[in-house]
């Protein structure tokens, strides 16, 4: 229905009242609903592109800058291009290239914002969490929970690199954000190297185990190679999906929910030469080439991607993906979110 056109008379006086109650800290949600309430997603987020052959060099000048034990986290934040000074990706998540050099500490502390990692490039780096260390290879998905004491170190001969993902713009918009350091650098190991994969990441638990539904998983490694074992099995028993090619999600093994409360992390294999038909849904996704290359086409644009490369498809935002090669994808999103308030959705076209 059209509206009917005003009189300078009544435009006159409608101004006149918003201005008064303006002085009330009142505005009209007539003026302002359909922005509030659209009939489709009108992400801010843009879709955006980062090559890791034009930022690694980028990241290892701010090795050479400042030191990780200054720095406490030597972090080059990927900031999406409508979001700049926001420390987002997406609306409501975080990404940076966090940088660890031969020999160096990033200390020891804790704070409410759940945090992944994914190993890109170097080795001889581990993290700790909780007073067990993991050695950190490429393409692993490592997590540190909310409130979870955590370092990393280099004991190897060559600069790591590894992309965090957060969920600091959700706990910021909901103003729940704590932090603690700690008062040594390092933790001190309490147990041995692999000891959450044998307690919880063998489809076997504790006898007392007794997680509730929200609670993030006890494993905070999933080394690539067992992805890419399950991704090959999924590729040798059928026919990859039309839109998703054959993808898998992280979950926490104990409940089957995602491993962390507000991320949810996801493996995907397209074979070489298979193109995926058009799919969107309502989670702004970053998604990392860990192998092959590919094209992808969000919405109008269209990259050629390659190893280690970063891109992030807003909300509701078109995407197909052409592998060159046989390829493999890692991406994580805020989907756990919005799934537990009933508002996640999906258009496969």
């Not at 914002?113 to 890109?120: D, E, K, N, T």
């Not at 994580?332 to 496969?348: A, T």
Request: glycine share 8%; hydrophobic share 40%.
């Amino acid at each position: 229905m059209t509206p009917r056109p005003l009189s300078d008379q009544e435009r006159a006086a409608r101004a006149e009242f918003y201005s008064r109650i303006g002085a009330n800290d009142m505005t009209p949600l007539w003026e302002v609903l359909g922005a509030l309430v659209p009939p489709t997603p009108r992400p801010v987020a843009q879709a955006a592109l980062w090559r890791y052959q034009d930022v690694r060099e980028r990241v290892m000048e701010a090795g050479r800058l400042i030191s990780a034990e200054e720095a406490e986290r030597r972090v080059l934040i990927l900031e999406n291009p409508a979001l700049r000074g926001q420390s987002c990706i997406t609306n409501s998540l975080y990404a940076g290239l966090q940088l660890i050099l031969p020999g160096e500490v990033a200390p020891a502390h804790r704070h409410t914002q759940s945090a992944l990692r994914l190993v890109l490039d170097g080795e001889g780096a581990y993290t700790a969490v909780d007073g067990e260390r993991t050695t950190m290879r490429r393409g692993d998905f490592i997590i540190t929970p909310a409130w979870t004491w955590h370092d990393h170190g280099n004991l190897g001969d060559q600069p790591v690199v590894w992309l965090d993902g957060l969920d600091i713009p959700i706990v910021r918009f909901l103003d729940a954000g704590f932090a603690e350091r700690a008062s040594e650098s390092s933790q001190q190991p309490l147990r041995p190297e692999g000891d959450s994969l044998h307690r919880y990441g063998a489809n076997m638990v504790p006898v007392d185990f007794d997680p509730r539904p929200a609670d993030p998983t006890r494993v905070f490694v999933y080394p690539f190679e067992r992805a890419r074992e399950a991704l090959r099995g999924l590729q040798a028993a059928g026919q990859p999906d039309p839109h998703l090619a054959h993808k898998l999600r992280y979950v926490n093994p104990a409940t089957g929910a995602s491993p962390m409360p507000t991320i949810g992390a996801y493996a995907q294999l397209l074979p070489a030469g298979f193109e995926t038909r058009g799919y969107r849904c309502t989670d702004g996704t970053v998604h990392v080439c860990l192998q092959g290359s590919a094209e992808l086409q969000v919405g109008e644009r269209v990259w050629r991607v390659s190893e280690n490369d970063v891109v992030v498809v807003p909300s509701w935002q078109t995407l197909s993906m052409r592998a060159d090669q046989e390829s493999i994808f890692f991406s994580f999103s805020d989907r756990p979110v919005q799934k537990m308030l009933g508002l996640w959705r999906e258009e496969r076209l």
